[in-house]
């Protein structure tokens, strides 16, 4: 039930409730996801009667792989928009803006980063994919170096990144679908194995079907569903929570969404409301930032650890001493007078508050009498993500950066008809942000503040709590719920085949009709890769479900994107910057081993580490929590307990560098990118017709084609692309005082301070700091009067460290004090007298900045900095000057087996009268 309060409000936003009775049965979403489904499968059999089987058998390996090349650009930007954007938005980015807030933002100007590493491929190896007619993204490495265990291990990192991406897909399918079936009672109709296993068939059946063309054209659909399913919930939640989709009207502490629960009624605690379990069950505050998780609307500690919860974890230097009546304002070290006047205080904060001893003493000061349990609660300060977070955003960029790398990406790319199409689809792709991205993290934010205390999974399955929300409404919302829920299975359907695509086509391609089965034809090799299909989806499927290690495994998940991220750095050298620089083809093979190893070592000590990269970090094998704690039994503090850039960005400068560095040595050595040995006889035949191997003069020779002009040659262009990259990273929260310097007990005192209307940067302590039903406080208002306006007790509120006086009591101030002596010390010898009030971190709260009440002021830098990095990446790719001829159309869409000598001398003697010294 809702409680009804005084405030200024027009209305009361609240959702649904368990008290308004059942939850949706979810029939409307069924008969939508059943439909769904057919149509999928349906369009698959549609392209292989209306295209398949008009397919000759010189171009049946083209159209089963890449469709024929032939997809214009609205349906190659549908396509690419399925695959790329809309999974993030839906299984990730709402979660993330639940849990971590605004740092959300990140997934914002890493997009950007992953237009830069397309402006930067694309335009260059699109040209190449059609003059010298790749099937498949590794095809130029092999054509480039010529090298078989470069090829191999190529082809092996390409694949691995990508099996461990279909599992992420599996996994999403796996939470998400049967989550979209569950009833009133919180049970999931749809039996998680059974659904994944028949989503998983679906997919195998598109591709073994109508193979490329029913992904891409099945993907048409799916985008244009999902699309609608972006603008749908936000829209709705703006309709029902107000501005921002609601993020807006849930800032502040005394929101437009704020509203009262008695969440002690019985309907709560069989839904498994958090609320329910709540201290303040009876009275739970909610609907606003302020009560679910104040930190979201303050400035993130930047470029230091999280202590938002310090005083929990740390005590006080105040200068006491076993004579003084009062403690004296001289800042030394408490803990060892604690321990000896007072042990009995000393005890009892060491068991109920957590100290930083147990993680920063050695083994050889634990008490070996002492069998209290190391006290666990840290909240998000044990969070590494909260944690020097304008470097944890910097590594996402630099993640993002690497998207560009994907396999199924690139393929899309190369199955575009024309140059100009591409032009067209990325420049659209730029702003796709806008309707996917940007949205969702609204809705995160507002399912955090609004819907928290009420779903159990807020937190965990953020965008299916959204649509719930919306199906237990009833009514026109229930519908647009299962539309929704239909669009987000589309979402993660359309990156699971095109990833599925992907491996079978490098694995028949590279391993198949390169090597295994070299000559045979491509009927054989297509029949082979089909089964090769089935086996991925097989065993990605088995290991999600079954695997130990895997199943519910958030963190092993997360941990499968960094390396997946870490594998796809591997080849940037192999597959970018070959085409711009002359690398060694033994340098990049020695540079890929090496950041390989470095990945290695680096996860090897990050794994050993419990709380990476917060100041709660300690070696796993010191200490276990099942034991008490004793010389033997005491967790030690790591080493190195942070890299401050993630360990993918370290393995790819380790790559870069070596491959860098080895390959001006080898240069000079006279070593070339192969031996005799490990040449393919076939490559040169393949790809070379007349032009022979492929160099880097060659490269620059296609590319200075009349008419050309790569937006990565162009000044308006390198300005742009600079510009997005300054933007997206000076406007990370480098610099900001970390939560405007509150804790969150000085920061319930601001709130407290506000809601009052005092100054709070004159108030002093506060005994009671829970806020009553109803507000501003009689009491609170008292206390408030009594510490500014009495003269005889001033307070001596502290700016900095120290202490301060009000009347009697003497406050510990050093910053991470949480002890509060409202006695004597004479009274504190024998053990009592001590209050945890958590007195703060010694600094003045500034309490929240927010622009015009919305947003914060540092995650507006953010979004400014976004919006001008998507300007400057539309602006960069109108600067492409395609060559859209006859000559260069025909050559992208021909079949290998037509010769066409005229063709490419033609082309590679008006190239060679522009650039003569090909050694370049």
């Not at 079907?209 to 659909?221: E, H, K, L, T, Y």
């Amino acid at each position: 039930m809702t409680i009804p309060i005084p405030n200024d409000h027009s209305s009361i936003r609240v959702p649904w409730l368990p008290t308004d009775g059942p939850a949706s049965d979810k029939h409307i979403f069924f008969l939508s996801f059943g439909s769904f489904l057919s149509a999928v499968v349906g369009i698959a059999l549609w392209s292989n009667l209306t295209h398949g089987r008009q397919i000759t058998a010189d171009k049946w390996f083209r159209w089963h792989f890449l469709g024929g090349k032939s997809y214009s650009a609205l349906i190659s930007a549908l396509s690419i928009f399925a695959t790329l954007l809309s999974p993030a938005a839906i299984a990730s980015v709402p979660t993330e803006a639940s849990t971590h807030g605004w740092i959300s933002l990140k997934w914002l100007t890493g997009a950007m980063w992953t237009g830069v590493g397309m402006i930067i491929l694309l335009p260059r190896f699109y040209r190449l994919a059609g003059m010298r007619q790749y099937d498949s993204p590794n095809d130029y490495v092999s054509d480039r170096f010529n090298n078989r265990v470069l090829s191999v291990t190529t082809t092996t990192i390409s694949m691995t990144s990508m099996l461990m991406y279909i599992m992420l897909q599996i996994n999403a399918l796996a939470d998400l679908v049967p989550a979209f079936s569950r009833t009133a009672t919180n049970e999931q109709v749809l039996d998680r194995d059974v659904t994944t296993w028949v989503l998983s068939a679906v997919v195998l059946t598109i591709q073994l079907v109508g193979g490329f063309d029913a992904i891409v054209m099945s993907d048409v659909f799916q985008g244009a569903v999902m699309f609608g399913a972006f603008i749908v919930l936000p829209v709705s939640f703006g309709y029902f929570y107000g501005d921002l989709a609601g993020a807006g009207d849930s800032a502040g502490y005394d929101c437009e969404n704020f509203y009262v629960l008695n969440c002690s009624d019985p309907a709560f605690t069989s839904f498994g409301s958090p609320c329910a379990t709540a201290d303040n069950a009876v009275i739970y505050r909610t609907g606003c930032f302020a009560y679910s998780k104040s930190f979201v609307q303050l400035h993130p500690a930047g470029i230091s650890d999280s202590l938002f919860y310090g005083p929990l974890t740390q005590v006080a230097a105040s200068g006491c001493n076993e004579s003084a009546a009062v403690c004296t304002p001289t800042v030394i070290e408490q803990m060892e007078w604690f321990q000896t006047v007072a042990p009995a205080a000393w005890k009892e904060m060491q068991t109920t508050f957590p100290l930083p001893g147990p993680y920063a003493e050695s083994r050889v000061s634990a008490d070996p009498q002492d069998t209290s349990p190391l006290p666990s609660y840290i909240g998000i300060d044990g969070d590494e993500t909260m944690s020097r977070t304008a470097y944890k955003m910097m590594s996402f960029n630099f993640m993002l950066f690497s998207v560009a790398l994907f396999p199924h990406l690139v393929m899309k790319a190369m199955a575009v008809r024309s140059e100009k199409d591409l032009r067209v689809t990325e420049f659209s792709l730029t702003f796709g942000t806008l309707v996917s991205i940007f949205p969702m993290i609204l809705v995160g934010l507002t399912v955090s503040a609004v819907l928290g205390g009420i779903y159990p999974d807020a937190y965990t399955k953020t965008f299916v709590v959204a649509v719930d929300d919306m199906a237990n409404r009833g009514g026109w919302s229930e519908y647009m719920a299962a539309f929704i829920a239909v669009g987000a299975t589309a979402a993660v359907l359309s990156t699971l085949d095109s990833a599925l695509v992907s491996v079978t086509n490098i694995f028949a391609s590279d391993i198949l009709r390169n090597w295994a089965l070299h000559g045979a034809k491509d009927a054989l090799v297509i029949r082979v890769g089909k089964v090769f299909a089935a086996g991925v989806m097989v065993v990605c499927t088995s290991v999600v479900l079954y695997e130990p290690t895997l199943h519910d495994n958030n963190d092993m998940y997360a941990s499968l994107v960094q390396w997946q991220a870490a594998f796809l750095w591997q080849i940037l050298p192999v597959s970018m910057l070959s085409m711009y620089w002359d690398l060694n083809g033994w340098a990049c093979l020695v540079g890929q081993m090496c950041g390989i190893a470095c990945t290695i070592g680096l996860w090897w000590n990050q794994t050993s580490c419990q709380h990476w990269n917060t100041a709660y970090s300690w070696q796993k094998n010191s200490y276990s929590y099942s034991q008490p704690l004793s010389q033997s039994n005491y967790p030690e503090t790591c080493d190195i307990s942070t890299y401050l850039l993630d360990l993918h960005v370290w393995s790819a400068v380790v790559n870069i560098m070596v491959t860098a560095t080895l390959s001006v040595v080898f240069w000079n050595l006279g070593l070339s990118h192969t031996s005799k040995l490990l040449r393919m006889p076939h490559v040169e035949k393949k790809f070379g017709d007349e032009g022979g191997e492929l160099t880097l003069g060659i490269i620059r020779c296609t590319m200075q084609k009349p008419g050309t002009r790569e937006p990565i040659h162009d000044p308006v262009g390198i300005v742009c692309i600079l510009l997005t990259l300054v933007l997206t990273t000076v406007s990370l929260p480098w610099f900001g005082d970390a939560y405007n310097n509150c804790d969150q007990f000085s920061y319930e005192r601001w709130q407290a301070c506000e809601i009052a209307g005092v100054d709070c940067k004159a108030m002093c302590d506060i005994a009671d700091l829970s806020l009553p039903p109803t507000f501003p406080s009689s009491a609170l208002l008292v206390d408030a009067a009594a510490c500014l306006s009495n003269t005889s007790m001033p307070c001596n509120c502290p700016i900095q460290g120290g202490f301060y006086l009000y009347g009697g009591t003497a406050i510990p101030t050093k910053p991470l004090a949480n002890v509060s002596f409202d006695e004597t010390v004479s009274s504190l010898n024998a053990g009592g007298g001590v209050v945890f009030e958590g007195q703060g971190n010694g600094k003045i709260c500034n309490g929240y900045d927010l622009i015009h009440g919305l947003i914060p002021r540092w995650a507006v830098y953010v979004l400014s900095a976004w919006l001008l990095a998507m300007l400057c990446m539309g602006i960069a790719w109108l600067q492409w000057r395609c060559s859209d001829s006859q000559l260069v159309s025909e050559r992208h869409q021909m079949p290998k087996t037509v010769e066409n000598s005229e063709f490419v001398t033609r082309h590679l003697t008006d190239a060679s009268e522009r650039v003569t010294d090909t050694s370049l």
